[in-house]
């Protein structure tokens, strides 16, 4: 995007040596594991040594080891929000995720130990942060690796979303609304280390995944690609200029896309959407016509508007393809 196509090619280059690595070497069939490895306290800078198991680098505690993580994706997270495609083995990445549901999840709490701190309880259902039911737990492991933080879950909720488990996705979604109804907890406060916790805001990409909805600023794009089976629906978005909603529409032959404004103004050259059965289109900005193309990549199109135009206050775009 910069023009620095030889800093872009070295860190392509990284990129390629990494994804490989951890594929060959940390992916056990199911999912991705800690190697834990000795380092003698000799060969560390003092500076360096902190807490929280370096006291003891030949034989580091509070690890993770063999367990089953489940915020183990949480780069691949960021990575399936910013659209910039799978990071690792796209097969290891579905595995993986299978796995974390197989392994973590809770439909009861009642004869589940957790020593540390208590954010889930008895007949409730959750999503842990690790699971040894493959794996040998460690001697001394991750000490909170027994206890459900609503940061996690939303993650992977919206994980399961990317890769389409919809069903799981929504799933632990609802879980944690259960245990926040507001009567068994607060539902405007999700603790982990303290009251008001900042990594529940994570509850925030599910509506992103669900809604499909990525606006590239650079490109002018506007990606509109929801989630679900549904033709139908209205949601809410918000970009970094602009907010505001858009609904889907399909019947028979068409699907009617409105993006509104009502806030800020968002420029616009191209917008993809999923692709409907009829091969006409139309472009209208208030009613009034638009100059555009059509490119049709497998279940999605493409529509490049001929000129440029700034999506502002009020404003409606209907798109019928």
């Not at 009567?183 to 999700?190: F, G, L, T, V």
């Not at 992103?208 to 989630?227: E, M, N, W």
């Not at 918000?238 to 009502?262: H, K, L």
Request: proline share 5%.
């Amino acid at each position: 995007m910069l023009g620095d196509d030889s800093s872009a090619q070295s860190y392509h280059e990284l990129f390629e040596k990494g994804r490989t690595w951890v594929d060959s070497n940390l992916f056990n069939g199911e999912y991705y594991v800690q190697k834990v490895r000795s380092i003698p306290k000799s060969d560390i800078a003092p500076a360096t040594v902190g807490d929280m198991g370096a006291d003891h680098p030949e034989q580091p505690e509070f690890q993770l080891g063999d367990g089953c993580l489940a915020d183990q994706l949480i780069g691949q997270y960021l990575a399936d929000i910013a659209d910039l495609g799978p990071l690792v083995n796209p097969e290891h990445i579905r595995k993986t995720l299978q796995s974390i549901r197989k392994y973590n999840y809770r439909k009861s709490l009642a004869s589940h130990d957790s020593v540390q701190r208590i954010y889930a309880l008895n007949d409730e259902p959750a999503l842990l942060i690790c699971d040894y039911g493959k794996g040998t737990r460690p001697k001394i492991p991750f000490p909170y690796y027994a206890e459900a933080w609503t940061g996690i879950e939303y993650l992977v909720a919206t994980q399961f979303l990317y890769a389409g488990m919809m069903q799981d996705g929504l799933r632990t979604i609802e879980d944690v609304r259960f245990r926040f109804d507001g009567e068994r907890r607060n539902p405007w406060d999700e603790p982990e280390c303290g009251h008001h916790y900042a990594r529940a805001m994570s509850s925030w990409s599910t509506l992103v995944a669900f809604t499909g909805f990525h606006y590239h600023g650079a490109d002018k794009l506007l990606s509109l690609r929801p989630h679900t089976e549904q033709r139908s629906m209205t949601a809410f978005w918000s970009a970094g200029s602009a907010w505001g909603s858009f609904s889907i529409a399909g019947s028979g032959t068409q699907n009617r896309t409105e993006i509104s404004v009502v806030e800020g103004s968002l420029p616009l050259e191209s917008i993809r959407l999923r692709s409907g059965p009829r091969q006409q289109s139309a472009v209208q900005l208030d009613g009034e016509k638009l100059q555009h193309s059509i490119t049709r990549e497998g279940a999605l199109i493409q529509v490049r508007l001929h000129d440029a135009l700034v999506l502002s206050e009020g404003k409606k775009l209907t798109i019928v393809a």
